[in-house]
Structures are given as structure tokens and as C-alpha cells.
């Protein structure tokens, strides 16, 4: 194999639909006005405590100019459209056009936790209840992890390689890691990278309410009169996450790409740390963690003292933030202190496969802006109380390198550092 050119690999736009809205823009404004995206769940019916949910407001595959009632009907797992839909807006923000030149030359990572089960489980009530016959001829393609990707490749025209990296709840850094790994080393100038998950269907919520995922809202909970305090990450009185649907892909582009076609960079991948728990299947493992983080901000040259934020994985459960604080602690030390720590899960819910994508989108515009989203819905934690959350309200400060933390069921850990440009 030939060497790695060594390329330097920049972020030029974005795409996301999220709980707080079915555009980054959107999202973007409901983020930066404190708010928080979650109502009890109206897609489907359940019986369970942990019926509060992030859906996307408003979303509707009919709305896409390139979406008819055959393809909505056809295409039933909505990852397929959602991802062809974020994958537009991402290149569209990010100004690079798809032609002949650089069509070969971009491609496309988009990672899932669950991939198509919504399709599924339409086939099996069709299997049960209308013979097999009425099984769709369109769910095995339903069902594959690229084939969002090879959809968002025919509505826009790159060739380059298409797969989804499946890291659980780490998906997205790890479709961002990957890709940036593949511009460096020249096996392609452009990447669409990040995560979709749309999840928000009877047997995933309660699966997750059984497994003591997800909160349980019972009477004299604050989130039984107010939905959006559900998530409430580091906060005293936290239960659990709330499951969400949603999307985020960023535009990677090499160096040089950037002159030529006339790109304006946003923020560069500067290190990437993954690691595995081998300890179990849910519950983290902190040697492993710190590792991934040691290993990102290793990678990207920079000291700990450098790095000036850090994007929370941050779920709003008991073991996993105080596990996350923890590793932190061991990483920073007493420098911790004065580090912004916050999770946008208190404001989007967790995403799963694309938490990582969004919260990465999240943190660079940020960035460019001069601004740290905040941990909504927090009450001051004793135990944490020598770590700055960025509790309740935006702020206004600036910053040039931050840590973004993702890590997900399996055992499965991977942090970036971004560096601003």
C-alpha cells in the first residue's frame, strides 16, 4: 500500500435534524436559546413510564421535493430519507458542489445504531397479519446499514466509497474519525460523515425503560408536569437519558481541497482516540476511557492543558455521568476546574448513533460563534461540584480546541478534538 499523504482535514458544513428542530439552523436556534426538545412521545402508542421522547418536530418525508407517496411507501425505514435529507443540507451549507471532478472523490460514512427496525417491524405485522405476501419486496434493502448512504449517493451523484460504521452510541466520531483518516491518507478529498437514528418505536422504549435506560416519569418528578426537564445530565436528580430521533452529518474536506474549489473551513480534525471496554456490555469502563481521550488529544499534538472545552457524552444516567467525571478528573486533573464541561443530551435527548455527529455539529458552530451550550435542567450535584457543567445558560466565551466525547453500548469509545480555524 502506498503511504499517507499526511493531509490536514477540515470541517466545512453541516447538516442535522434533531428534537429541536428538522434543520441545523433550527436546531441551531432552539440550542442556543436554552431550550430543551421533548414532549411525551405522539408516534406511536406505549404503555410506559419513559414515554417522554425527542421527536422531530415536524418532520415529514412528503415535505422533500424528492420524496413522492411511492418512494415514502417503499423506502419505510426512515433512516433511508432522513439521511438522504441531513446529507443534502450538509453539502448545500457547506458550499461544495458534486460534479465530475470531485463526484469519484467524495464519500459517504453514515452510522446507525439500529439501522432499518422500523422496516422491520412493519414487515412482521404484514407477515402476521396479512400473509407473506405482503411482505415489502423493499425490506432487505430496508435493512442495510450503507444503504442510506448509497441513497444519499444517487440523489447527489458521489461515487466514492459508502459504508456505515456501526459503533452503538459512538457512531457518529467514529464515521467522522474514519472518514477524516481516509482524506488524510488519499483515498478520497471529501467525506460525508456522521450518524442517523430513528428510534422512536414501541419495543425500543421499552426495551430501554426495562433495561433502566431511560427515565421513568412518575408523579412529583418535575418532568411530570414539564417534559423538557426530563433530561437533566449531572444534575442531583437525574434518572436516566431520554431516547431520541435524529440525524447530523458533517462535510470533511482535505486541506488543499479548500483553495480550489473556493470551501471555507470551520474547524480542522485535529486527533482521534477509539478504544474497546472488553468489560461489558452496558456499563463503562474507565481505564478504557481514558485511554480514548489520552489517545485524541495525543493525537492532535496538544497537551490536556490546551484542550478548552469538553462536549460531554453526558447521558443524564447516575453510573454513566459520574463515570464520565471521573475519567475527566484522571485526564485533567485539578485543571478540570476550569474546563466547560456540557452535554447537549439535555437539550436533544439521546440520539444514539447520531449523538455524536450532532453534538460534534453543535460544538463547531459553537465555536465559530464564541459560545458553550449549556447543560439545561441542572440542579448543582455535591459530588460533581468541582466541575463546571455550563449549568442553564449559554455563554459567551471563546474557544479554539474542544474534546468530544462519545461512547456506546458494546464497549465501544471514541473522542475527537477539534481545533478551531
Excluded at 417522554?52 to 415529514?60: A, L, N, T, Y
Excluded at 464519500?107 to 405476501?133: E, H, Q
Excluded at 430513528?198 to 425503560?209: N, S
Excluded at 421513568?216 to 442531583?236: H, L, N
Amino acid at each position: 500500500m502506498r503511504a499517507p499523504q499526511n493531509r490536514r482535514v477540515f470541517v466545512i458544513g453541516y447538516g442535522a435534524a434533531t428534537p429541536l428542530g428538522k434543520t441545523f439552523d433550527l436546531t441551531w436556534q432552539g440550542a442556543a436559546e436554552g431550550r430543551a426538545g421533548f414532549r411525551r412521545v405522539t408516534k406511536c402508542r406505549v404503555d410506559s413510564l419513559s414515554s417522554v421522547v425527542g421527536e422531530i418536530p415536524e418532520w415529514d418525508p412528503l415535505d422533500l421535493d424528492f420524496v413522492d407517496r411511492r418512494e415514502a411507501y417503499n423506502w419505510n425505514a426512515d433512516f433511508v430519507l432522513l439521511t438522504m435529507a441531513v446529507c443534502r443540507e450538509a453539502l448545500d451549507r457547506s458550499g461544495l458542489v458534486i460534479d465530475r471532478e470531485t463526484g469519484p472523490r467524495t464519500a459517504c460514512l453514515v452510522g446507525s445504531a439500529l439501522n432499518g427496525a422500523d422496516a422491520f417491524r412493519i414487515a412482521m405485522d404484514n407477515l402476521l397479519n396479512k400473509g407473506p405476501f405482503k411482505v415489502s419486496p423493499y425490506l432487505l434493502p430496508n435493512l442495510c446499514a450503507n444503504l442510506p448512504a448509497g441513497k444519499a449517493g444517487m440523489l447527489m451523484g458521489f461515487t466514492g466509497p459508502i459504508f456505515s460504521p456501526q459503533g452503538a452510541c459512538a457512531s457518529g466520531n467514529h464515521a467522522i474519525g474514519i472518514g477524516a483518516r481516509m482524506i488524510r491518507d488519499g483515498d478520497c478529498d471529501f467525506v460525508l460523515a456522521g450518524g442517523v437514528d430513528t428510534c422512536i418505536m414501541p419495543e425500543i422504549i421499552h426495551g430501554f425503560a426495562n433495561m433502566n435506560a431511560t427515565i421513568k416519569i412518575v408523579e412529583g418528578d418535575r418532568a411530570f408536569a414539564d417534559p423538557t426537564q426530563a433530561s437533566r445530565p449531572f444534575s442531583i436528580d437525574r434518572r436516566g437519558m431520554v431516547l431520541a430521533e435524529g440525524g447530523a452529518v458533517l462535510v470533511l474536506a482535505a486541506e488543499e481541497m479548500l483553495s480550489r474549489y473556493g470551501l471555507t473551513p470551520k474547524a480542522e480534525v485535529l486527533g482521534v482516540g477509539w478504544t474497546s471496554d472488553a468489560h461489558h456490555f452496558t456499563l463503562p469502563n474507565p481505564d478504557t476511557i481514558v485511554r480514548a481521550i489520552r489517545q485524541a488529544i495525543a493525537d492532535a499534538g496538544v497537551r490536556p492543558a490546551d484542550i478548552r472545552y469538553v462536549s460531554a457524552h453526558g447521558t443524564s444516567t447516575p453510573k454513566g455521568d459520574r463515570t464520565e467525571i471521573a475519567c475527566l478528573r484522571t485526564v485533567f486533573g485539578p485543571a478540570l476546574e476550569k474546563i466547560p464541561v456540557s452535554s447537549n443530551k439535555s437539550q436533544i435527548g439521546h440520539t444514539l448513533g447520531a449523538s455524536a455527529a450532532i453534538e460534534a455539529a453543535l460544538g463547531i458552530e459553537g465555536m465559530c460563534r464564541g459560545l458553550i451550550l449549556p447543560t439545561v435542567n441542572h440542579l448543582p450535584d455535591p459530588d460533581l461540584a468541582d466541575v463546571d457543567v455550563v449549568p442553564n445558560q449559554v455563554r459567551r466565551q471563546s474557544y479554539d480546541l474542544f474534546l468530544s466525547n462519545a461512547f456506546g453500548f458494546g464497549g465501544t469509545n471514541c473522542c475527537i478534538v477539534f481545533r478551531g480555524v
